[in-house]
C-alpha cells in the first residue's frame, strides 16, 4: 500500500520559533497532500489542503500566516508553525491519496508538538 | 461539513456488537472509515462510494444509504484488538478530496 512519511515525530521548542514538518509520499506522487490537526481525545481537524506548484487551501479560520504550506514538490509538502505558542501544541498529520485512481487517504506517522 | 458521529464511546466484552453512526446533512460523494490507537496514526478500514453499498473486512462492515447521508460501520463478534477510536471522514462533491472527521467513537473491549 501507498507510504506517507512524516517528520519529526516529536519536537519541542521554546515559545516564539518556528517549526517545520515534513510529508512525505514515499511510492506515489501526490498533487495534493491535506494537513490535519488533532488535540488530545479529539478529532482530526481539517487545516489546509497543499497543492503543488500552488498555494494551499485553507479552512476557515486557519491562519495562513501561523501555518505556513509549501507543496514544491510532488511527493513532498512541509507545514511551518511560525512563532509557536503554547497554544500551538498539538499533534499535525499529514496525508495524501494513494495515488491515481485510489480513493484512501493515507496518513503519515504524525508530529506531536509541544511549545513551551 | 464536519458528519455527526455516535455513539461518544461504547464499552464492549470479546464476542459483542457493535454499531457505529456517521450522518451528514447533505448528500455525500464518499464516506470512509478510520481506527486510531493511542498515539497512533489513524489506519484505513474502509470506503464507501455508492448509495446503497456494503463493505465488509473479515469481521467489520460498513453501509451506505441509498441517499448517501448515513454510514454505519459494524462490529461483528468484536476482539481485543478492535480497542480504538473509529472515526468517520466525509466527504462533499463541492469540496473533493477534502475530508472532515466526525468527533469519533471510543471503543474499549474488554477480554
Known amino acids: 500500500g501507498a507510504v506517507v512519511s512524516q517528520h519529526p515525530s516529536r519536537v519541542i521548542c521554546k515559545s516564539g520559533t518556528s517549526v517545520k514538518i515534513e510529508c512525505r509520499s514515499l511510492?506515489?506522487?501526490?498533487?495534493?497532500m491535506f494537513w490535519y490537526r488533532q488535540f488530545p481525545k479529539k478529532s482530526l481537524m481539517l487545516m489546509a489542503t497543499?497543492?503543488?506548484?500552488?498555494?494551499?487551501?485553507?479552512e476557515q479560520g486557519v491562519e495562513k500566516d501561523k501555518f505556513l504550506i509549501n507543496h514544491a514538490s510532488l511527493t513532498l509538502s512541509t507545514l511551518t508553525v511560525t512563532s509557536a505558542h503554547p497554544e500551538d501544541s498539538s499533534f499535525y498529520i499529514c496525508?495524501?491519496?494513494?495515488?491515481?485512481?485510489?480513493?484512501?487517504?493515507?496518513f503519515g506517522s504524525g508530529t506531536q508538538l509541544s511549545v513551551l | 461539513q464536519q458528519p455527526v458521529q455516535s455513539p461518544q464511546a461504547v464499552i464492549l466484552r470479546e464476542g459483542e456488537d457493535a454499531v457505529i453512526n456517521c450522518s451528514s446533512s447533505?448528500?455525500?460523494?464518499?464516506v470512509h472509515w478510520y481506527r486510531q490507537k493511542h498515539g497512533e496514526a489513524p489506519v484505513f478500514l474502509m470506503i464507501?462510494?455508492?448509495?446503497?453499498e456494503q463493505m465488509r473486512h473479515e469481521k467489520i462492515s460498513a453501509s451506505f444509504n441509498e441517499k448517501k447521508q448515513q454510514s454505519s460501520l459494524y462490529l461483528t463478534a468484536s476482539q481485543l484488538s478492535y480497542s480504538g477510536t473509529y472515526f468517520c471522514?466525509?466527504?462533499?462533491?463541492?469540496?473533493?478530496?477534502?475530508?472532515?472527521f466526525g468527533r469519533g467513537t471510543q471503543l474499549t473491549v474488554w477480554p
Open positions: 497543499s497543492n503543488e506548484g500552488s498555494k494551499a487551501t485553507y
Open positions: 511510492d506515489f506522487q501526490a498533487t495534493t
Open positions: 496525508s495524501a491519496r494513494g495515488g491515481f485512481g485510489n480513493e484512501k487517504l493515507f
Open positions: 447533505k448528500a455525500l460523494y464518499s
Open positions: 471522514g466525509t466527504e462533499e462533491g463541492s469540496t473533493l478530496g477534502r475530508l472532515y
Open positions: 464507501l462510494l455508492k448509495g446503497g
